[in-house]
T-cell receptor, first 113, second 114 residues
């Protein structure tokens, strides 16, 4: 069965620190990969996505993610976080042509001033 | 663009009653809508996929007679939780997708069953 795992459930860091959130999936076929963010009290928003091509994907708000096929990973990074990056981050994998997404458990990121 | 709304945003009901949640795509036609359930501190779990004009496809373990889904038009899908019980209390989120495009998520509906 396909699964998506996020390594950290809770991350606390200071402003200007670098952030890296791990995401691994188990699925042998072609994958589409996504990172979503959910700010407090708001709905899920797409940060970035990978369908094909350059495995280093740049998204909104300075985020990027790298698809490493051999490691079944799609880690999210931001070189310097801001207080406004406090949110929950979800990795998701698209399982088939119907566009069904399977989500990881999420990582709560808290950025302290 | 690509806004999805849900109504209501929050509902409290008594055990045994039914609750209807609406999901609307405001500025695009959604060929497919998805319903998710999110428990506290947990991820989104897909409940069902609905295509306009056809029956919804439910994920394993989701009771189709309890969670009735109707996708009557390209901009509206409804989820009705029938005979709700306290264990149905959760955060319900819908998303909408055009063919080949990404999913756009609604703000969610917090259901509390007393």
């Amino acid at each position: 069965a396909q699964s998506v795992s996020q390594h950290n459930h809770h991350v606390i860091l200071s402003e200007a620190a670098s952030l890296e959130l791990g995401c691994n999936y188990s699925y042998g076929g072609t994958v589409n990969l996504f990172w979503y963010v959910q700010y407090p009290g708001q709905h899920l928003q797409l940060l970035l996505k990978y369908f094909s091509g350059d495995p280093l994907v740049k998204g909104i708000k300075g985020f990027e993610a790298e698809f490493i096929k051999s490691k079944f990973s799609f880690n999210l990074r931001k070189p310097s976080v801001q207080w406004s990056d406090t949110a929950e981050y979800f990795c998701a994998v698209k399982s088939d042509s119907w566009g069904k997404l399977q989500f990881g458990a999420g990582t709560q990121v808290v950025v302290t001033p | 663009g690509a806004v999805v709304s849900q109504h209501p945003s929050r509902v409290i009901c008594k055990s045994g009653t039914s609750v209807k949640i609406e999901c609307r795509s405001l500025d695009f036609q959604a060929t497919t809508m998805f319903w998710y359930r999110q428990f506290p501190k947990q991820s989104l779990m897909l409940m069902a996929t609905s295509n306009e004009g056809s029956k919804a496809t439910y994920e394993q373990g989701v009771e189709k007679d309890k969670f009735l889904i109707n996708h009557a038009s390209l901009t509206l899908s409804t989820l009705t939780v029938t005979s709700a019980h306290p264990e149905d209390s959760s955060f319900y989120i819908c998303s909408a997708r055009q063919v080949g495009n990404e999913q756009f998520f609604g703000p969610g509906t917090r259901l509390t069953v007393l």
